[in-house]
């Protein structure tokens, strides 16, 4: 079986690396898809259509543009990958969490129990909660067993 894994979430680290390695050792027939990753590429993405003299419409073009692609990738995915790393607030991750549910599309969380309070709605909503990269390979590796 064949299945599209959308990586949303934290770009601080390479936790999306750690599950495309261990996705490959196993033989797993998975295809990646991420938002930008790229910090300074992601805010620059509504540049295109014309400067802004005020931060937040600049914000708001590009968060326009990033959607298209994010709104698109987690439409054809299988299954969503939602990371909350340590260092920043990924708001975005739970938006993408919450976009899922309401499409009621399969997603996994992959954070520390630090937060495992602030974040109770969103894996309550979850259909797994994982707090290694390990444990998401573990989860692929089954969903996809013959």
């Known amino acids: 079986m064949s299945f599209t894994v ?23 027939d ?4 991420s938002a930008v990753t790229d910090h300074d590429a992601s805010d620059a993405a509504g540049d ?4 802004e003299s005020n931060a937040f419409w600049r914000d708001h073009k590009s968060s326009k543009v990033n959607a298209i692609r994010t709104k ?4 054809q995915a299988d ?24 499409l009621d599309k399969p997603y996994v969380t992959l954070h520390g129990e630090d937060i495992v309070h602030p974040l109770k709605e969103v894996d ?4 797994a909660w994982a707090t290694t990269t ?4 573990e989860i692929l590796k089954y969903v996809l067993r013959d």
Do not use: P
């Not at 959308?6 to 797993?28: F, N, P, Q």
């Not at 998975?30 to 898809?33: A, G, L, P, Q, S």
């Not at 390990?134 to 390979?137: G, L, M, S």
């Open 72 to 75: 698109t990738l987690i439409q």
């Open 48 to 51: 295109c259509l014309g400067a």
């Open 30 to 33: 998975v295809v990646f898809t």
């Open 79 to 102: 299954l969503v990958v939602v990371r909350f790393g340590d260092k920043y607030k990924q708001w975005n991750a739970a938006f993408d969490a919450g976009y899922c549910a309401a």
């Open 134 to 137: 390990e444990q998401v390979v």
């Open 6 to 28: 959308y990586l949303s979430g934290e770009i601080h680290t390479d936790w999306r690396d750690e599950i495309k390695r261990g996705a490959e050792a196993a033989g797993l």
């Open 124 to 127: 309550a909503a979850a259909m």
